[in-house]
Each structure stands twice: as C-alpha cells, then as structure tokens.
C-alpha cells in the first residue's frame, strides 16, 4: 500500500504566510511532498512551468494579483490540468456555492479543523 501514496503533491495558494507554512507541516505529515505558492498567478506559472504533476489544489479565495476562484477556472479549462481536484479553503462565505462548484472539487470554510482538511483533500483525490 505504501507505493500507493508515494509521490501525491499538493500545492498550496495562500497569501497568508503563517497559514501556508502550517499546512504546509500538515501535510508534509501526512506524506505529501509540498509545493507552495503565495497566489493564484504564482501558483499557474509554477504549475505550467512544472513536469512535475500536482495531485491537488489547496487554495485560498481572497489573494491579491489572482485569486482562488480565478486560479480554479483557468485550471478547469486547461486541459493539462482539468482533472486535478481543487478545494477551496476559505474564510469569505461563497453566496452563489453551486457556481463555485463548477470550479472546485470541494468548499470549506476557515476556520476549519486540520482534520478536515485532510480527510477532504483525500477524499477528492
């Protein structure tokens, strides 16, 4: 079973440095290799830059340059990307959720316990 889980990437979009070096431990614990990202237009270019494949997306809303939902859409339409499960973890309320679900696999909202998180960013996997 173990090979199974080797090699899942996550990447993480948060402009809030102290969450993203928190989650970052999290899932570290949880065997997953890391790659960071302080917004949306980062996260892109490092992705289209990248052999390397992203197994999930952690992605904040609200950031400055690109947010998370822009983050999302562009994913979704690039064929190179559009299976990779995105989830959205955010502290701004999403009024019209049934639109964002077009874009992410799943929608949680900070603050959320670390549990959470991880169980949800498996189970979209």
């Known amino acids: 079973m173990d090979g199974l889980f080797r090699g899942r990437t996550i990447l993480l979009v ?13 899932f570290k614990n949880e065997g997953y290799r890391v790659l960071e990202a302080t917004n949306g237009r980062e996260a892109y270019d490092l992705m289209m830059g990248s052999d390397d494949s992203v197994n999930v997306v952690l992605t904040d809303l609200r950031m400055p340059i690109m947010d998370g939902l ?7 339409n690039n064929q190179r990307f559009s299976s990779i499960p995105i989830v959205l973890l955010s502290a701004t309320p999403l009024k019209n959720s049934w639109r964002a679900l077009k874009v ?9 316990l670390f549990d959470e998180v991880v169980s949800t960013v498996k189970a979209v996997q």
């Open 14 to 26: 948060e402009d809030n440095v102290d969450v993203r070096t928190i989650f970052s431990e999290v």
């Open 70 to 76: 822009e983050l999302a859409t562009l994913l979704k």
């Open 104 to 112: 992410f696999d799943a929608l949680l909202v900070k603050p959320c």
